[in-house]
């Protein structure tokens, strides 16, 4: 019987070794006080949201968390909170890195550094009421465009259309700023607003909703990195998660869910740091 149990017992630790293994590869002042502090916004399915039904926090992100964990072996305690606020958490010690979708930009990078793990891109989109012929982004110049005043979508919506529509004598897109996803899609379907630019996979997600309701126009107007993002003067915590993160591709975890998500399109070989343009 003695032997028995020393079997299971072995048989349990070579279970909990690679988790173990993992943990260590963690800086030493996160190890000691055994759990990691993430910051989450949950206003932007399908990468982070909350279950209307149960108000449980859903999307890749929370999936992508969740494995993350158990493969590091840590606890991660949560902090909800606006877009706004994540940055200042960060640079504050409040948390110790975001794990929401965030555009990994150079001018972000003065006080964060990022793991970028997707793709993505600013898509126009419009519901199929106040299409009116339009194909293409540039069939928006001289009408007006919602976007999150809190994101680089103005910002991006404003070069484009410099380039695209005043550069070629026709009126510019007409930016109406907006308090997040959810207000720039109410914008849209209530008239105020011709069109919004939102993440490409988030209008994935409107029309798995609300099929036949919202229509892209043309092909997104930027490319960019989603990442996650940690304080620049604490590198070690980040290259720890993007260890973790490249087992999870490697073991195929990072694919499904994406898969799971429909945004499969958006996927990375491999995680980088700073890859922003």
């Not at 260590?24 to 949201?49: A, K, W």
């Not at 009408?143 to 070069?159: I, K």
Request: with cysteine; net charge neutral; charged share 20%.
């Amino acid at each position: 019987m003695k032997n028995v149990f020393l079997a299971a017992g072995i048989a349990a630790m070579s279970l909990m070794a690679p988790a173990f293994a993992n943990a260590q590869q963690l800086p030493e002042d996160v190890r000691q006080r055994g759990f990691i502090r993430v910051g989450v916004e949950t206003t932007y399915p399908p990468m982070s949201y909350k279950d209307p039904a149960t108000n449980e926090r859903r999307g890749v992100n929370a999936d992508l968390l969740a494995a993350l964990s158990k493969e590091l072996g840590i606890e991660f305690r949560y902090e909800e909170m606006a877009f706004a606020q994540l940055i200042p958490a960060v640079t504050t010690g409040r948390v110790d890195f975001t794990g929401t979708s965030m555009t990994d930009t150079p001018a972000r990078r003065d006080r964060l550094t990022f793991i970028d793990y997707t793709s993505t891109g600013a898509l126009i989109f419009t519901t199929t009421a106040q299409q009116r012929g339009a194909n293409q982004p540039s069939d928006f110049c001289g009408r007006s465009v919602a976007a999150p005043r809190t994101t680089n979508y103005p910002r991006q919506v404003e070069e484009w259309s410099n380039a695209n529509c005043v550069a070629q004598g026709k009126p510019p897109i007409r930016i109406v700023g907006t308090e997040g996803a959810a207000a720039t899609r109410t914008d849209l379907r209530q008239g105020r607003a011709d069109g919004a630019v939102l993440g490409a996979e988030y209008v994935a997600y409107l029309n798995s909703q609300e099929p036949g309701t919202y229509v892209g126009i043309g092909e997104p107007i930027t490319r960019g990195l989603f990442g996650w993002s940690f304080d620049k003067a604490k590198p070690e915590l980040r290259d720890a998660i993007a260890a973790g993160l490249n087992r999870l591709i490697a073991n195929g975890t990072y694919a499904e869910i994406l898969k799971k998500h429909g945004i499969e399109r958006q996927a990375l070989p491999t995680v980088t740091i700073d890859a922003g343009e």
